[in-house]
C-alpha cells in the first residue's frame, strides 16, 4: 500500500512550485492529498483564523482529494487532519517555498515550517522545503507565481525530486514528536548536490520597517549575524552551494 502524504504550503495551491512538488512525490510513490492556502499566506508564522470562518473548496486539479482553503498553513493541516482526510497520513511536507526559510527569524515567521509544525503536533513525521533564489528569479516567480521560468526548471524538478526521496526515506526511521526536517535548497541544485546538516543562524534584524509619514512599510535587511558557528549554520550551507537540513525539535525547545 503506499505511503500517503499530505502537501501544503505559504505561497498558495495554483504555484508551479507546489505543483512541481506534487508530482515529485507521485513519482517517489506516495499517494498524495493536498490542503494549501488559496493565496499566499507568508510571513504569517503560526497564525489560526480563530475570528473568522474559514472556507474549504475542492481543487479537481489535483483530483478527488485536493482542496483549497482560504486559510493559513496551520489552518489547512488542522481542518485537513481534523476534517477531510478518512486516513492519517504518513508524512506532512509543506513547500517547495517560494525562496529560501534558514535563520532563525524567518523559520519563526515562515508560514511553510509552519505547516509542517501543525503536523509535527500531530505526531506526523513532517518536512518544510525552500528553494533559495536570486533576487531577479525571485521576483519573477513572486509576480507570476503560476509559472516557472525555464532556467528555474530545472532546479525546481531537482529540488522536490529531494524532497520527495528525504521524505520517503525519513518514513523509515524513528521520529521524535514535534520535529520538523527543513530543507533549504541552493539556487543551482542539481540531483547530485550534497546535502549538510546545520543549525539555523541566529540573525538579529532590528527594525524591519520603515517610516513613511504617519505609517511603516516592510523593509527588508540582512541584519547581523550572531551564530557562534557561522560555517554550520542553515545560511553559511546555502552560501556554499550545498542543501542545508536542519532539525526542529519543538519538544525539547532547541535546534538540534
Excluded at 20 to 33: N, P, S, Y
Excluded at 154 to 171: E, G, I, M, V, Y
Amino acid at each position: 500500500m503506499k505511503p500517503t502524504a499530505l502537501l501544503t504550503n505559504d505561497d498558495g495551491i495554483q504555484t508551479a512550485f507546489l505543483h512541481a512538488l506534487v508530482e515529485a512525490c507521485e513519482a517517489e510513490g506516495f499517494r498524495v492529498v493536498v490542503a494549501a492556502p488559496t493565496g499566499e499566506r507568508s510571513w504569517i508564522g503560526r497564525a489560526f483564523s480563530r475570528h473568522r470562518e474559514v472556507t474549504v473548496s475542492p481543487y479537481p486539479k489535483f483530483g478527488p482529494h485536493a482542496w483549497a482553503i482560504d486559510g493559513t498553513p496551520s489552518d489547512c493541516v488542522n481542518i485537513a487532519l481534523g476534517h477531510l482526510l478518512t486516513h492519517k497520513p504518513d508524512v506532512v511536507i509543506s513547500g517547495l517555498n517560494i525562496g529560501f526559510n534558514a535563520t532563525m527569524p524567518l523559520c519563526l515567521s515562515s508560514g511553510t515550517l509552519a505547516g509542517a509544525t501543525e503536523g509535527s503536533a500531530w505526531g506526523l513525521r513532517a518536512v518544510a522545503c525552500s528553494l533559495d533564489l536570486e533576487q531577479s528569479l525571485f521576483e519573477q516567480v513572486r509576480d507570476n507565481p503560476t509559472h516557472c521560468p525555464d532556467d528555474l526548471k530545472a532546479p525546481l524538478k531537482s529540488a522536490c525530486k529531494r524532497t520527495a526521496h528525504f521524505a520517503h526515506q525519513l518514513l523509515k526511521q524513528e521520529s521524535g514528536p514535534l520535529q520538523v526536517h527543513s530543507l533549504n535548497f541552493p539556487t543551482a541544485v542539481a540531483d547530485d548536490t550534497p546535502m549538510e546538516r546545520g543549525t539555523a543562524a541566529l540573525v538579529h534584524h532590528k527594525s524591519l520597517f520603515h517610516r513613511a509619514g504617519d505609517s511603516y512599510h516592510f523593509a527588508w535587511n540582512d541584519g547581523e549575524n550572531l551564530s557562534k558557528n557561522e560555517l554550520q549554520t542553515d545560511l553559511a550551507i546555502l552560501e556554499r552551494g550545498l542543501i542545508s537540513h536542519t532539525v526542529f525539535d519543538w519538544s525539547k525547545s532547541a535546534v538540534v
